[in-house]
């Protein structure tokens, strides 16, 4: 079996080569055959016996480039992929990355490094950290965010909700995810309503509360439902992108540089891709500016590990792409706000969603509470 230290302490590959890191249960005995059968799968997908052309040979095939063992029978595989098998789009990526290897309930990608050429090519966010910050005009502090819910309301009833949370200074509202084009809240209707009454809400004090309506449905549809959000005046969307698919999801942010982009974790976990990879690195270098995931503690979150690696890895340097912001979410509550803080630093988005909305009434209120409780942190 062959060892190398540190499985994540690796050189940035060739342009022509990436790294995938799998993490794979075997026993000492199997590992190097499995590593091995995980690189032709990834690549050539046949015995290799049977490949004559000497150049798919030497620049195709997959490469074990490391094993190193985790735990028992847990390891790390590294394995080096043409770059060329990817055709530099991200459909064919995340194919050549874990594409017939993820039905194989033994693996797991776990991270991913790719060499300039490849990140150049996907372009990362167009905004990121710094982007966002001067939309929202805000510089010093982390930023707020809300979820207009539930499921089934009207877009009247949406807009009168947002109105109500834009006045209460908030500095982002988004759709929840499973907001579309439904027949009691169709997606133009929505639109327009929600943004007329978070335009008419801050009108009064000169500041800003964006609003991100969230994206559904084939590509046709994606683009005319960006369309309608840049004709209300919007500059910014929500995506799910193993909803509606990562190549489409790409083609949007491509397609709209002027756009800001918030992704959303659904189905994510139906990927067994880690999610500081998935959520983090590859959403990212594909056009996120800021990334929705659970955080820990919540309805379903993840282990602060890997939130925190989650949140390194939207952040930390990646070749050319800008940094995109985290936005720890699930259940979150304003009594953790100062804990979150203190987790994640100022270039974060707070986002609590049922924990304002339980407030009824006094829904204002509560998100001048909330505002408030970011504002002081940060003065402190």
């Known amino acids: 079996m062959t060892t190398s230290p540190e499985p994540y302490d690796l050189t940035t590959p060739s342009p022509g080569r990436l790294t995938a890191i799998y993490r794979v249960n075997a026993t000492a005995a199997t590992i190097d055959a499995r590593a091995q059968g995980i690189a032709v799968e990834q690549s050539v997908e046949m015995p290799l016996d049977a490949v004559t052309n000497p150049a798919i040979l030497s620049d195709i095939v997959g490469k074990v480039t490391g094993i190193t063992q985790v735990h028992d029978d847990l390891y790390d595989v590294s394995i080096d992929l043409a770059v060329a098998t990817t055709g530099l789009e991200a459909g064919q990526l995340f194919n050549m990355l874990f594409g017939n290897t993820s ?56 807009a009168t909700l947002a109105g109500a949370m834009a006045r209460g200074g908030i500095d982002l509202i988004k759709d929840d995810h499973g907001l579309a084009d439904q027949a009691y809240s169709p997606f133009a209707e929505r639109v327009a309503r929600i943004g007329e009454a978070v335009r008419t809400a801050r009108a009064a004090d000169g500041r800003r509360t964006a609003y991100f309506p969230s994206l559904s449905g084939n590509l046709d549809q994606l683009r005319e439902q960006v369309a309608l959000a840049r004709a209300e005046g919007l500059d910014g969307v929500l995506i799910a992108p193993m909803v509606t698919g990562v190549a489409a999801f790409h083609t949007i942010a491509r397609e709209n540089p002027d756009m800001a982009i918030m992704t959303h974790p659904s189905m994510a976990g139906a990927s067994r891709i880690a999610p500081s990879l998935l959520l983090g690195k590859l959403f990212r270098m594909l056009g996120s500016d800021a990334t929705v995931f659970p955080n820990h503690g919540g309805r379903f979150g993840y282990p602060p590990a890997e939130c925190r690696a989650l949140a390194d890895a939207a952040r930390f340097p990646l070749g050319g792409c800008r940094p995109a912001i985290p936005v720890p979410a699930g259940g979150m509550t304003l009594d953790r706000v100062p804990e979150m803080l203190d987790f994640y630093g100022q270039d974060v988005v707070v986002l609590v969603g049922g924990g304002l909305l339980s407030a009824g009434a006094r829904i204002t209120t509560e998100t001048q509470a909330f505002a408030n409780a970011v504002a002081t942190y940060h003065a402190a």
């Open 103 to 158: 039905i194989h309930a033994d693996v797991t990608l776990k991270d991913a490094i790719f060499p300039d050429s490849v990140l150049s090519a996907f372009g990362g966010p167009h905004h990121g950290i710094t982007g966002l910050r001067e939309r929202l005009r805000v510089h010093k502090r982390a930023l707020t965010c809300s979820a207009l819910k539930p499921q089934g309301s009207s877009a009247a009833e949406l």
